[in-house]
């Protein structure tokens, strides 16, 4: 007890990293599908694949039929996506971030089947699957 409140400036800054770093982990994530699960979900069933990527990001490299929504757009564009509503949607963004914000919004207007790519486009690279320009 007495190192603690000798060097309390320390403390404080050894909890607040450590809460800083938990923080992430504890916020509420859509569902995510690890890159083999969306590779299953894409070849077994009609998957809809939705990049929420900026124009520019998506003309640099993309998945293979993925239709291009930018995030900062999807609130008005989500009823072109109307028909998919029944089918299974793998979101992809650059990491994973923007693709859990879409994935919710999805549910939110009534998506079913909606998971987003762990680690994003990022990840799908890493792995050595393909892409297209």
Known sequence: MKFILD???LVSIAAASGLALLLPALQ??????????????INRAK???????SADEF????????????????GSRIGEL??????AVVVVCQQGARADKAVKMLQK???????SLDGGLT???????????
């Open 7 to 9: 060097h309390i400036f």
């Open 28 to 41: 509420p994530r859509g569902k995510r599908a690890s890159i083999l699960e969306a590779t299953q979900m």
């Open 47 to 53: 998957t809809t694949i939705l990049d929420v990527r």
């Open 82 to 87: 109307d028909k998919q509503k029944t089918k």
């Open 59 to 74: 003309a640099a490299g993309h998945l293979r039929d993925a239709k291009n929504i930018p995030l900062a757009d999807l």
């Open 109 to 115: 207007a009534g998506f079913d089947d909606v998971v």
């Open 123 to 133: 990840a799908w690279t890493a792995a050595g699957l393909p892409t297209v320009k």
